[in-house]
């Protein structure tokens, strides 16, 4: 592992534990106070693989729902969707597009989490009748770099919660931006999301995430245009600071590209009394080129698993589409 990563991985697994052991008992005094918590909910398959770190990375159109800044990785469109299996029959779903138009790229996106609560009157075997209840985000999203190693971002979205009879809206909004270092090799991004409120004045869980990521190449950089290099290590950190009702949670992944086709993951995500609890995450990646009619076609899957002893275990499926 190179130098720099170690310096990264090692101080984000020192800073949580010397912030004291009275920080991880104490219960933040405005916890469940925000609305639309789903927004909590972190979009894609691979981010959540590395442990959650992405916001320093932010290189494929995942990013848009961690960093918008990040969009100006895409060269020129890609496409994603991710189903995510939780506790409790929740379905959490996320998609995400992104197209440049010559140096600004542009993106839409959906975030949603939906279940189905039932209804009785008395305590009979079958429910009375069912109400679904959740919320969803879309958003529009551009980012544009600034010199040859800056780019900022930023995403405007309208959000809808239902809660049985009860339905709220608002609006909000994330702005981001990521430096490329040495040669593209070091990433740092720093990205405020979820600022506003529904309407009635209820808050959002708004939250600044900052990351960094060092990326080892499979050929010199010298030797490749920086369109076509492939990273064959990835090292990933985050720090997330929520603004409102929750304590920081930091977060450390690594990737491993195998034959530029398979990817291996892995994660830890240390949390100060937040749930998920602290853990491991475990993702693997496909990508594959599309052949004949789809040649100009390329296909990503990705899977994350993310074990919980006392919510129940997490599995995560999505599929990016670059053409």
């Known amino acids: 592992m190179p130098k720099s990563a170690v310096v990264i991985v090692v101080a984000f697994l020192i800073i949580p534990h010397s ?11 405005s916890a469940g106070t925000a609305g639309a918590a789903f927004l909590k909910i972190e979009g894609g398959s691979r981010p959540v693989g590395m442990g959650g770190a992405f916001a320093g990375l932010a290189n494929d159109i995942n990013t848009i729902f961690w960093n918008p800044a990040g969009l100006t990785a895409v060269h020129d469109r890609e496409l994603t969707a991710m189903q995510h299996f939780s506790f409790a029959d929740i379905n959490n779903q996320s998609i995400g597009y992104a197209q440049r138009a010559h140096r600004l790229v542009w993106g839409a996106s959906f975030l949603g989490s939906f279940t189905e609560i039932e209804r009785r009157v008395g305590p009979t075997e079958e429910p009375d009748s069912t109400v679904t209840a959740g919320g969803f985000a879309t958003g529009l999203s551009v980012a544009y770099p600034l010199g040859t190693g800056m780019s900022i971002g930023g995403t405007a979205k309208f959000i809808s919660q239902q809660l049985d009879i009860q339905n709220a809206y608002g609006v909000a909004a994330d702005i981001g931006v990521i430096f490329q270092l040495i040669g593209n090799r070091l990433g740092i991004g720093v990205a405020v999301q979820n600022a506003g409120v529904l309407d009635g004045g209820e808050t959002l869980p708004m939250l600044l995430r900052a990351g960094l990521a060092y990326r080892t190449w499979t050929q010199s950089v010298t030797d490749v245009p920086e369109g076509e290099r492939k990273a064959l290590w990835t090292y990933v950190a985050d720090a997330n600071l929520p603004l409102i009702d929750a304590k920081p949670s930091f977060h450390i992944g690594v990737e491993r590209w195998f034959y530029d086709v398979i990817a291996a993951r892995l994660g830890y995500r240390i949390g100060l009394n937040q749930n998920p609890s602290d853990g491991l995450a ?4 496909v990508r594959r080129s599309g052949r004949d009619a789809l040649a100009n076609v390329d296909f990503q899957f990705d899977y994350a698993f993310v074990p919980d002893a006392y919510v129940g275990n997490a599995h995560r499926i999505s599929v990016i589409t670059r053409f």
């Open 19 to 29: 912030l004291g052991p009275s920080w991880a008992v104490d219960i933040h005094d």
């Open 282 to 285: 475990l993702g693997i990646g």
